[in-house]
């Protein structure tokens, strides 16, 4: 038994442990509020094909969060094959990045390995995909794009776009500008959805990348997400959904179970990914 006299001793040392406590706990709180966790949603639907092959990771490593979304091209065989490698090499090469300066030099890195695995693992039988990948760092997003899936980011209620589609839309809107096309042979062309673009072949061209990292602000959602999504739900749609006080799991959900409630006959495969931060 303690003597009678060093109970003070212990309430003052009680004290003391309590206060070390609440400031480690004070402290907790601050660096979780100078570094929030980032939230992620996913959602994904295989639609009405045979074959789901929309691909998606996503990792936490020192330097950031990585998301990556591949979409297999469905007109090719073995579209689940390249967009799985597309992923797991991106993700493979962001785990080995050293500094996160260097983010630029492992989007094009990440991008020539992958196409060079899909090429050498298809030994010449067709196949390819898209690919979107984002990376936070802080409040910064760093982006590589090749394809027609797209990034963009939910702001206010509005949707800024972040990357361009590789389609024959583009060539096409630059030969209506030089006057070689009229606009209605523009909006009207049979292929302009066609990818021009894509990982997995021969004459692949760079990756998009973001010159500088899109500064994010408070309130801001990361959207990924493959035609099956954007070519369903209109940006109203969308937009309702995203606008909601919800968690990015649920936004996701509640994207795909629309996506669903369309009952489209030909419903491509279509996958989304939320990253929201506490800003």
């Not at 090749?146 to 972040?162: C, L, Q």
């Not at 959805?193 to 899109?214: D, T």
Request: glycine share 8%.
């Amino acid at each position: 038994m303690f003597q009678q006299g060093a109970i003070p001793y212990l309430v003052v040392l009680g004290v003391i442990i309590a206060i070390t406590l609440l400031f480690r706990l004070r402290a907790a709180l601050i660096r979780q509020e100078k570094n929030p966790v980032i939230q992620i949603g996913n959602g994904q639907t295989i639609g009405r094909r045979e074959e789901q092959d929309d691909y998606f990771s996503t990792a936490t490593s020192s330097h950031g969060t990585i998301a990556v979304l591949a979409d297999g091209i469905s007109g090719l065989a073995n579209g689940r094959l390249a967009s799985t490698l597309a992923v797991t090499t991106f993700i493979r090469e962001f785990t080995k990045l050293d500094n996160p300066k260097h983010m630029s030099l492992f989007f094009s890195r990440a991008a020539s390995l992958a196409n060079s695995e899909i090429l050498q693992t298809l030994r010449g039988s067709r196949g390819g995909t898209t690919l979107v990948a984002g990376v936070i760092v802080e409040d910064k997003l760093y982006w590589g794009a090749v394809g027609d899936s797209i990034i963009t980011v939910f702001r206010n209620g509005e949707f800024i776009p972040i990357n361009q589609k590789d389609i024959y839309e583009s060539v096409l809107e630059a030969r209506f500008l030089s006057g070689e096309i009229t606009k209605d042979e523009a909006l009207e062309h049979p292929q302009k959805k066609q990818l021009i673009n894509y990982l997995g072949y021969e004459s692949f061209q760079n990756i998009e990348i973001g010159r500088e990292p899109f500064p994010l602000e408070k309130g801001d959602k990361v959207i990924l997400c493959s035609d099956g999504v954007y070519d369903t739900l209109t940006e109203m749609e969308l937009e309702q959904i995203l606008f909601q006080k919800i968690a990015a799991h649920d936004a996701a959900d509640q994207i795909i179970e629309a996506v669903e409630s369309k009952q489209k006959a030909n419903q491509d495969n279509a996958t989304i990914l939320i990253l929201e931060k506490g800003w």
